[in-house]
């Protein structure tokens, strides 16, 4: 790891060469919204109630870096 870091600092003009990315996925399953639910309970106050009033989804994002520029995002819909 070490000659790699002080490979990158003596050639750093190559760097701008390399894309670095990343790319996350996301489902409705993960997505909280109390704002459709409400529930009125004096035993449990706490209380909440599941319900789906969309429909489900998953999304992939990916997005990338090379030198200066970003490229992306890209959103790929999963069926």
Do not use: K
């Not at 701008?16 to 997505?31: C, G, I, K, M, Q």
């Not at 035993?43 to 909440?48: A, L, Q």
């Not at 429909?55 to 090379?66: I, L, Q």
């Amino acid at each position: 790891m070490h000659l790699l870091i002080r490979w990158i600092n003596s050639n750093s003009h190559v760097i701008r060469n390399f894309l670095f990315t990343d790319e996350a996925h996301f489902t409705r399953d993960s997505v909280n919204n109390t704002r459709n639910s409400h529930l009125w309970d004096r035993d449990n106050p706490h209380g909440t109630v599941e319900i789906n009033y969309q429909h489900r989804f998953c999304v992939n994002v990916w997005r990338g870096v090379t030198g200066d520029q970003l490229t992306g995002p890209y959103f790929s819909r999963i069926v």
